[in-house]
């Protein structure tokens, strides 16, 4: 097996897993820390899925060097394509690490209407509910897909 196609895979597997949790856990539990664990998830996606995209370039280009860090590889990933969906998808991901890492607050933990508030910057708040997160949820897939027919 290829290691893009065990990549693409593995992003399979994270996202049914998120898939779990959004349809299930935070179904029952509504809960900020099952959110957050959603976004974890996803972003481990967005990982492997722009692994899949370098190591299917590193096929072709013998010479090209994947480095460790995930914001190069983004970078990298966004320089080799040169594809608006591409990039746009990576910085979503950028954007899910940053909301993940900063502080935040709960609201209507245990209700239906269950809310993080991820404060970015001062004066720049994202609010992220089960609405939001089945967006997210989305989109990945979309991505995922957009991604398969890219190294296939």
Known sequence: MKDYQESLDNSKN????????????????RTVDVIRSIIERMLNAFEFITNALLEKKRVRKKKLQIPPQIMLRCELANKEYNDEKIKENLDFYLELRDILKAKFTRREEYRRYVTMISELSPGNTVEVDIDKINEYYQKIKEFLEYVEGLVK
């Open 14 to 29: 994270e996202l049914k897993r998120v898939d779990h949790l959004i349809f299930v856990s935070l179904k029952y539990t």
